[in-house]
């Protein structure tokens, strides 16, 4: 079972379109992060939300952590080609060391 | 300022070999995890060192998997008698001691070792 459920797995959209991504669970995370990995290479880190109900932005993409603290979405406006590749939601629970990751979400943007 | 390096990139060997990976965590990080990661799935815990103490092992640890951290500063990863199955992303990340990282705890990644086992 996996702790963080992301989706959708996949996501193809036209350029300049806007999308969300969910990462949902039933534990609270004491923080949460957002990374962004391209093929061949590790996750880099985009964002950390910490605070229920918190909202950060990032030029077109847009985090926000829910006020129980168990779930997150990413939404990005006007989508560009750049944009593509997998991005995965992360989260430490309760008191843990180690990050339990979603499986993930790929997106493609077309131009 | 150099982030997490991984060496190498790429390994490519046969089903029987041993093999050895390193991980240089950001200078001033004192901890170190490796995780898993196979296609299409998000990374998964393997284990994680406090400066020298490795403190936390995964069940995904079987006994041919080996990490160390001599000196608190790189790490290595063995793998004994790969196994097929062994095919995989493998990624280090590291992180600001308990008292700096405060609330946020952020992880920072290498680029990853792909391992592919004919």
């Known amino acids: 079972t996996q702790l963080l459920e992301q989706s959708p797995q996949f996501l193809s959209i036209q350029e300049g379109e806007n999308l969300t991504v969910y990462c949902n669970s039933s534990s609270v995370f004491s923080s949460l992060q957002w990374y962004r990995q391209e093929p061949g290479e590790g996750p880099v880190l985009l964002v950390t939300?910490?605070?229920?109900?918190e909202v950060k932005k990032l030029k077109r993409l847009t985090f926000q952590f829910g006020d129980a603290r168990k779930d997150s979405s990413l939404h990005i406006t006007a989508a560009q080609p750049g944009d593509t590749g997998l991005y995965l939601c992360?989260?430490?629970?309760?008191?843990?060391?180690?990050?339990?990751f979603g499986s993930g979400t790929q997106l493609t943007v077309l131009p | 300022d150099t982030g997490v390096s991984q060496d190498p990139r790429h390994k490519i060997t046969k089903r029987g070999q041993n093999v050895t990976f390193r991980c240089d965590p950001i200078?001033?990080?004192?901890?170190l995890y490796w995780y898993r990661q196979t296609l299409g799935q998000g990374p998964e815990f393997l284990t994680y060192f406090q400066n020298e103490a490795q403190l936390e092992k995964s069940r995904l640890l079987s006994d041919r998997f080996s990490a160390e951290r001599p000196k608190g500063s790189f790490s290595t990863l063995e793998i004994q008698r790969t196994e097929q199955g062994d095919s995989a992303m493998y990624l280090c990340?590291?992180?600001?001691?308990?008292?700096?990282?405060?609330?946020?705890?952020?992880?920072?990644f290498g680029p990853g070792t792909r391992l592919t086992v004919l």
């Open positions: 990340a590291s992180s600001l001691p308990f008292r700096l990282a405060g609330i946020y705890n952020e992880q920072f």
């Open positions: 992360a989260g430490l629970p309760g008191s843990a060391r180690q990050l339990t």
């Open positions: 200078s001033e990080h004192n901890r």
């Open positions: 939300v910490v605070t229920g109900g």
